[in-house]
């Protein structure tokens, strides 16, 4: 069955450093979201992508984030200049139409130092 | 901005008994979808139901939506131990533009 994949399972990173979360969704999906977790608390929103723009996001999808999808297969969540509250889960989902089921990956979880 | 919230917030069953679990929301939605998540692991999709739906099966799973409440129940019966995990309900609100509202979700642990 297909899955969302993303990589790093991990990462950790200097406060102040870039950093690049990549997900590959469901091939034949159209509809791409990141979500985050930091522990013990909701999963949030960060933003969707459509159609090679932002669709929508959310507050915490300040200038310090950014999202592109360089070719056909993969999505990319960047972070310009993490900070230490940046630590958390991150999650890609996927979703074949608007209004429809979100496939999310296993995360990738950020630990900033 | 409306939040999913579960009640209860956590629940300890033998394996066999049913377990359920609630969600209320404040707003008006386009569907209602029910997560499961294991121990720092990723989401599992376990259902969708639609606004205009009232109850949707799955397997063991049982969904209702009340939108006159605005709540929606899980059920899950003859419970396992590989059900133990964590459980979230997330909200696509008509308001929003595809984004999911999570609540905070239910801790579920089925003894065997």
């Known amino acids: 069955e297909p899955e969302v994949t993303q990589t790093p399972s991990h990462q950790v990173t200097q406060m102040g450093q870039e950093v690049i979360l990549r997900c590959v969704p469901i091939?034949?999906?159209?509809?791409f979201y990141w979500y985050r977790q930091i522990l013990g608390q909701k999963v949030e929103f960060l933003v969707s992508f459509y159609n090679n723009e932002i669709s929508e996001k959310s507050e915490i999808f300040d200038d310090q984030f950014s999202v592109e999808r360089p070719d056909g297969s993969n999505f990319t969540l960047k972070i310009r200049s993490t900070k230490l509250e940046d630590s958390a889960m991150y999650f890609c989902a996927s979703s074949p139409e608007r209004r429809n089921e979100q496939f999310f990956g296993p995360g990738t979880r950020l630990t900033v130092l | 901005s409306q939040q999913g919230e579960e009640d209860p917030q956590a629940l300890s069953i033998q394996e066999g008994e049913n377990a359920t679990m609630n969600c209320s929301y404040k707003?008006?939605?386009?569907?209602l979808q029910w997560y499961r998540q294991n121990s720092g692991r990723g989401l599992v999709h376990l259902i969708l139901?639609?606004?205009?739906?009232r109850e949707k099966h799955s397997g063991r799973l049982r969904v209702t939506l009340d939108t006159s409440k605005k709540s929606s129940s899980l059920l899950i019966t003859a419970s396992r131990a590989a059900d133990t995990a964590s459980y979230f309900c997330a909200t696509d609100e008509v308001a929003g533009n595809n984004r999911l509202a999570f609540g905070k979700g239910n801790q579920v642990v089925v003894i065997p």
């Open positions: 707003t008006s939605i386009n569907n």
């Open positions: 091939s034949n999906h159209l509809y």
């Open positions: 139901i639609r606004s205009n739906e």
